[in-house]
């Protein structure tokens, strides 16, 4: 079965690539060093780069299953295990979509009261970004993949970093594989959040024309993201010494107190204001899928749900208070991300596997 | 007056209705026209010519000697009349006949072709459209003698009822496209429509929205060249414009001057452009940011030149610059309003007097100054009217979103514009398009402007039927070094 949205609906399968990459990319690179670097100190690096290979196999594993049944989630919940374990299970992914909103709404307010407006009231901004993002998911999802697209800019925040090489220390970096395979792995799963973000695929699967060709430009989109990441993590190690990153929330932000321009002096408010880039894409890919599900589970228009799920993620957002409720929070999220990807996404895969191993001998 | 035809006294309640009886020994002949409508050396000639000469000839002998192309023999009252509105002189034999003939005798009182004064050019051809339809369809077929160049003739408004023309060739102009376009004229209900510029409104995709979704110019060329590349051409009677969609938002920014430098020229010419339109639209809402919240951010070297020249102004830099922002939104008002002479005069006066006064009055900070003049300087930049005064007031909500959030401020405001822009269309094209859908074929002819051995495809996102413009190999043939 074949449930194709109309063709001036769907967007072209490189498309995956921002989609996916600006999925993946959230603020939350700001302070992903600072767990992994606890147990893994120095050789962080190499986590970064097997938690990316992980992601591969992942997104492998996301694409065998939306091949074989060519549908989305959504739909693959209800064929798999009926109606009502289904909806269930697409309820836990609904509720995820808008905590993982809110969480990174709530990211982006709080860096920027600590790096721009320390008075600004957190209700105000998250208003104005919630109504903007309204427009941007009311226009519809290519208009939501264009924003992806545009927001590809941020790399040249990411650029803007190599002007902090003269002040790297290479001897941080060394000795090499100093600590342990199970430290690196524990690093490994601290680093996973960061990363979450292909499971969007499962529900964009039917806005993509020839689904099937856009499975390399995922893979593509996920290696960039590691290599930004790696990026990242490398120019902390070789900027900070390990002491002084323990100390650091946003060790990324305070990288930018390197950059120095001739005439813009403190890059950082550069840097702060343009992790807008970084959180909107996510939002409203986040808000538009979690509507999405609701508006094909109990047949009511997007158009309605919408202002609901906006609301709720504003009260949220509202509710969160301080930087102890965003790290509980965050952990949380991180948790449920992590089991997501790493546990659901396989028990999927095989019992797809097993659906159709059954099939086949009936 | 007793004898004319019973229809023809209601028209003469008009008082440049001419109707009379022709004297003859025969059957009364009646001639109706609207004597501000017709060239009276026609009607002398032609038609009273023959008939004086000989008073009895029959009506098809008279239908026959007159020597004009356009006449016709009409049958319905409503035909008549539309005719007589058009400058046509009605002839009929007998008060209640079954036939009535009408022969165009409209007066081509009008313009004759000047030179461009919108979209000045150097190189480029020194002509431009009139009032005249005909006139402006001569202009565009002579650059087109193709024979599947089309024109379709249609009528809007209930009371102007303009004669609009939609020009396209046929097998290449996408046939989506053209009847999307003849669909949205087709539909068009409004009683008075007197320019196209109104038209042009009425058929645009999205009616709320400052940006332009079609583009009218005054330059046969450029229009041609919209033709012959799958664009669709509207023209209007009365209307020294045409009109051509689909078009995408890099187009409001090139000149058709571009293509006839020199390609390196051309293109630089071209990024000057647009990035003068980044400048324009940035600039004043960066002042504002950096003086208002990031005044750190600023380097040593340049912020005392910047802190030393508006240390005497009493107001915050967002009301400074929204003062200055708004007398330049006066200067040029008031510019276009008056005869040219007198506007240089307001210009300088403006410009000269009213900014160096406002500098030592300490109303307003020397860079400001600059920075608002070179930027109102750099929306005009833009060739297109309607995209220079987008440029220009979309300055404002940039302003205002500076004001109250610094860079951040203006980081959302850009998204949203961002956001706005994705979701236009142009008679259903992308207005973002060759971005955003991103077509890699269709890079060639965007900041850039290309060498012509580059332009061997027609723009993939007109959807023409006839892709290829040139062969490729034929284009690009390359010789061997002393060959």
Same mark, same amino acid.
């Given at each position: 079965?074949?449930?194709?949205?109309?063709?001036?609906?769907?967007?072209?399968?490189?498309?995956?690539?921002?989609?996916?990459?600006?999925?993946?990319?959230?603020?939350?690179?700001?302070?992903?060093?600072?767990?992994?670097?606890?147990?893994?100190?120095?050789?962080?690096?190499?986590?970064?780069?097997?938690?990316?290979?992980?992601?591969?196999?992942?997104?492998?594993?996301?694409?065998?299953?939306?091949?074989?049944?060519?549908?989305?989630?959504?739909?693959?919940?209800?064929?798999?295990?009926?109606?009502?374990?289904?909806?269930?299970?697409?309820?836990?992914?609904?509720?995820?979509?808008?905590?993982?909103?809110?969480?990174?709404?709530?990211?982006?307010?709080?860096?920027?009261?600590?790096?721009? =407006?320390? @008075?600004?009231?957190?209700?105000?901004? $998250? /208003?104005?970004?919630?109504?903007? #993002?309204?427009? !941007?998911?009311?226009?519809?999802?290519?208009?939501?993949?264009?924003?992806?697209?545009?927001?590809?800019?941020?790399?040249?925040?990411?650029?803007?970093?190599?002007?902090?090489?003269?002040?790297?220390?290479?001897?941080?970096?060394?000795?090499?594989?100093?600590?342990?395979?199970?430290?690196?792995?524990?690093?490994?799963?601290?680093?996973?959040?960061?990363?979450?973000?292909?499971?969007?695929?499962?529900?964009?699967?039917?806005?993509?024309?020839?689904?099937?060709?856009?499975?390399?430009?995922?893979?593509?989109?996920?290696?960039?993201?590691?290599?930004?990441?790696?990026?990242?993590?490398?120019?902390?190690?070789?900027?900070?010494?390990?002491?002084?990153?323990?100390?650091?929330?946003?060790?990324?932000?305070?990288?930018?107190?390197?950059?120095?321009?001739? =005439?813009? @002096?403190?890059?950082?408010?550069?840097? $702060? /204001?343009?992790?807008?880039?970084? #959180?909107?894409? !996510?939002?409203?890919?986040?808000?538009?899928?979690?509507?999405?599900?609701?508006?094909?589970?109990?047949?009511?228009?997007?158009?309605?749900?919408?202002?609901?799920?906006?609301?709720?993620?504003?009260?949220?957002?509202?509710?969160?208070?301080?930087?102890?409720?965003?790290?509980?929070?965050?952990?949380?999220?991180?948790?449920?991300?992590?089991?997501?990807?790493?546990?659901?996404?396989?028990?999927?895969?095989?019992?797809?596997?097993?659906?159709?191993?059954?099939?086949?001998?009936? | 007056?007793?004898?004319v035809p019973?229809k023809w006294k209601?028209l003469s309640?008009s008082s440049d209705f001419v109707c009379y009886e022709h004297p003859t020994?025969?059957?009364p002949i009646f001639i109706g026209y609207f004597h501000s409508l017709i060239e009276p050396k026609v009607l002398h000639d032609h038609i009273l010519g023959p008939l004086s000469n000989?008073s009895?000839l029959?009506f098809d002998d008279l239908y026959r000697s007159i020597p004009v192309g356009e006449k016709e023999i009409a049958f319905d009252w409503d035909t008549i009349q539309n005719k007589l509105l058009r400058g046509y002189v009605a002839i009929q034999y007998g008060?209640?006949p079954?036939q009535c003939m009408v022969v165009n005798a409209v007066a081509s009182k009008?313009?004759?072709?000047?030179?461009?004064?919108?979209?000045?050019?150097?190189?480029?051809?020194?002509?431009?459209?009139?009032?005249?339809?005909?006139?402006?369809?001569?202009?565009?077929?002579?650059?087109?003698?193709?024979?599947?160049?089309?024109?379709?003739?249609?009528?809007?408004?209930?009371?102007?009822?303009?004669?609009?023309?939609?020009?396209?060739?046929?097998?290449?102009?996408?046939?989506?496209?053209?009847?999307?376009?003849?669909?949205?004229?087709?539909?068009?209900?409004?009683?008075?429509?007197?320019?196209?510029?109104?038209?042009?409104?009425?058929?645009?995709?999205?009616?709320?929205?400052?940006?332009?979704?079609?583009?009218?110019?005054?330059?046969?060329?450029?229009?041609?060249?919209?033709?012959?590349?799958?664009?669709?051409?509207?023209?209007?009677?009365?209307?020294?414009?045409?009109?051509?969609?689909?078009?995408?938002?890099?187009?409001?920014?090139?000149?058709?001057?571009?293509?006839?430098?020199?390609?390196?020229?051309?293109?630089?010419?071209?990024?000057?452009?647009?990035?003068?339109?980044?400048?324009?639209?940035?600039?004043?809402?960066?002042?504002?940011?950096?003086?208002?919240?990031?005044?750190?951010?600023?380097?040593?070297?340049?912020?005392?030149?910047?802190?030393?020249?508006?240390?005497?102004?009493?107001?915050?830099?967002?009301?400074?610059?929204?003062?200055?922002?708004?007398?330049?939104?006066?200067?040029?008002?008031?510019?276009?309003?008056?005869?040219?002479?007198?506007?240089?005069?307001?210009?300088?006066?403006?410009?000269?007097?009213?900014?160096?006064?406002?500098?030592?009055?300490?109303?307003?900070?020397?860079?400001?100054?600059?920075?608002?003049?070179?930027?109102?300087?750099?929306?005009?930049?833009?060739?297109?009217?309607?995209?220079?005064?987008?440029?220009?007031?979309?300055?404002?909500?940039?302003?205002?979103?500076?004001?109250?959030?610094?860079?951040?401020?203006?980081?959302?405001?850009?998204?949203?514009?961002?956001?706005?822009?994705?979701?236009?269309?142009?008679?259903?094209?992308?207005?973002?398009?060759?971005?955003?859908?991103?077509?890699?074929?269709?890079?060639?002819?965007?900041?850039?402007?290309?060498?012509?051995?580059?332009?061997?495809?027609?723009?993939?996102?007109?959807?023409?039927?006839?892709?290829?413009?040139?062969?490729?190999?034929?284009?690009?043939?390359?010789?061997?070094?002393?060959?």
């Amino acid at each position: 079965m074949k449930a194709m949205e109309q063709a001036r609906f769907t967007v072209s399968p490189y498309l995956v690539f921002p989609l996916v990459h600006s999925m993946q990319f959230g603020s939350e690179y700001l302070n992903m060093s600072i767990k992994p670097i606890q147990l893994a100190g120095h050789d962080t690096w190499i986590s970064v780069i097997l938690c990316g290979l992980c992601f591969h196999v992942v997104i492998w594993m996301v694409y065998r299953i939306l091949n074989r049944n060519e549908t989305d989630l959504i739909q693959i919940h209800r064929r798999f295990f009926g109606k009502w374990a289904g909806g269930g299970l697409n309820f836990i992914f609904i509720v995820y979509f808008l905590l993982h909103a809110s969480l990174l709404l709530r990211l982006f307010i709080e860096i920027v009261q600590v790096w721009l =407006f320390p @008075d600004l009231a957190t209700w105000l901004l $998250a /208003s104005v970004l919630l109504l903007l #993002v309204y427009y !941007i998911v009311a226009g519809g999802f290519r208009v939501i993949v264009g924003i992806c697209l545009f927001s590809l800019l941020r790399h040249l925040l990411i650029a803007a970093m190599l002007f902090t090489a003269g002040y790297f220390h290479f001897n941080n970096l060394s000795p090499v594989m100093d600590h342990s395979l199970n430290e690196l792995l524990m690093a490994v799963k601290e680093l996973a959040f960061p990363y979450v973000g292909v499971e969007i695929l499962f529900f964009v699967y039917t806005f993509i024309k020839t689904p099937e060709k856009s499975e390399k430009w995922a893979h593509l989109a996920n290696f960039v993201t590691t290599v930004s990441y790696l990026i990242v993590v490398l120019f902390s190690l070789l900027l900070f010494k390990f002491e002084q990153l323990s100390t650091q929330i946003w060790p990324q932000l305070t990288k930018y107190k390197f950059v120095r321009f001739p =005439f813009i @002096d403190r890059f950082e408010f550069v840097g $702060a /204001s343009a992790q807008i880039f970084f #959180v909107i894409p !996510i939002i409203c890919l986040c808000i538009w899928a979690s509507s999405r599900a609701v508006k094909i589970m109990f047949a009511v228009k997007q158009r309605t749900v919408l202002p609901i799920f906006l609301i709720l993620v504003f009260v949220a957002v509202s509710l969160i208070a301080g930087r102890n409720h965003i790290e509980a929070f965050q952990d949380l999220l991180s948790q449920i991300g992590f089991y997501m990807i790493f546990a659901y996404i396989p028990f999927v895969f095989l019992v797809d596997m097993v659906r159709v191993k059954a099939g086949r001998t009936v | 007056m007793t004898s004319v035809p019973r229809k023809w006294k209601e028209l003469s309640e008009s008082s440049d209705f001419v109707c009379y009886e022709h004297p003859t020994n025969n059957e009364p002949i009646f001639i109706g026209y609207f004597h501000s409508l017709i060239e009276p050396k026609v009607l002398h000639d032609h038609i009273l010519g023959p008939l004086s000469n000989d008073s009895n000839l029959s009506f098809d002998d008279l239908y026959r000697s007159i020597p004009v192309g356009e006449k016709e023999i009409a049958f319905d009252w409503d035909t008549i009349q539309n005719k007589l509105l058009r400058g046509y002189v009605a002839i009929q034999y007998g008060l209640q006949p079954d036939q009535c003939m009408v022969v165009n005798a409209v007066a081509s009182k009008g313009r004759s072709i000047s030179a461009p004064e919108i979209e000045f050019t150097v190189e480029g051809p020194k002509e431009a459209f009139v009032e005249s339809l005909d006139m402006n369809l001569n202009l565009i077929r002579k650059r087109v003698p193709f024979p599947e160049l089309r024109v379709k003739e249609l009528e809007v408004g209930e009371l102007s009822k303009a004669r609009v023309a939609v020009c396209y060739i046929k097998g290449l102009t996408n046939e989506q496209y053209l009847n999307t376009c003849i669909q949205r004229i087709a539909d068009v209900q409004f009683d008075q429509i007197t320019n196209i510029t109104i038209l042009q409104q009425m058929i645009e995709d999205n009616s709320n929205t400052i940006f332009p979704l079609t583009i009218g110019t005054e330059r046969p060329d450029y229009a041609a060249w919209a033709v012959s590349s799958g664009q669709i051409c509207v023209l209007m009677d009365g209307s020294p414009i045409a009109v051509f969609a689909p078009v995408n938002l890099g187009y409001f920014f090139i000149t058709f001057e571009d293509y006839y430098l020199p390609w390196i020229v051309g293109s630089i010419l071209r990024i000057i452009r647009m990035s003068s339109v980044l400048f324009s639209v940035f600039a004043s809402p960066l002042y504002i940011a950096v003086m208002t919240y990031h005044g750190q951010g600023i380097s040593n070297v340049f912020l005392p030149t910047i802190v030393s020249s508006r240390i005497n102004v009493p107001f915050p830099p967002f009301v400074e610059v929204l003062i200055l922002e708004l007398v330049i939104e006066l200067l040029r008002e008031a510019g276009a309003r008056l005869p040219t002479k007198i506007g240089q005069t307001i210009g300088i006066v403006g410009g000269i007097v009213l900014g160096t006064a406002a500098v030592e009055a300490a109303l307003t900070s020397n860079f400001l100054l600059i920075i608002v003049a070179l930027s109102a300087l750099a929306s005009f930049t833009t060739p297109i009217f309607r995209m220079s005064a987008t440029i220009r007031l979309l300055r404002f909500p940039f302003i205002f979103s500076a004001q109250l959030g610094g860079l951040l401020g203006i980081f959302i405001c850009t998204i949203a514009i961002c956001a706005h822009l994705l979701r236009l269309t142009s008679l259903g094209m992308p207005y973002l398009v060759p971005y955003y859908p991103f077509r890699a074929s269709d890079a060639y002819d965007t900041v850039i402007r290309p060498s012509y051995s580059k332009f061997h495809h027609r723009l993939s996102y007109f959807r023409s039927q006839r892709p290829v413009r040139v062969d490729k190999k034929q284009l690009n043939r390359k010789k061997d070094i002393d060959e």
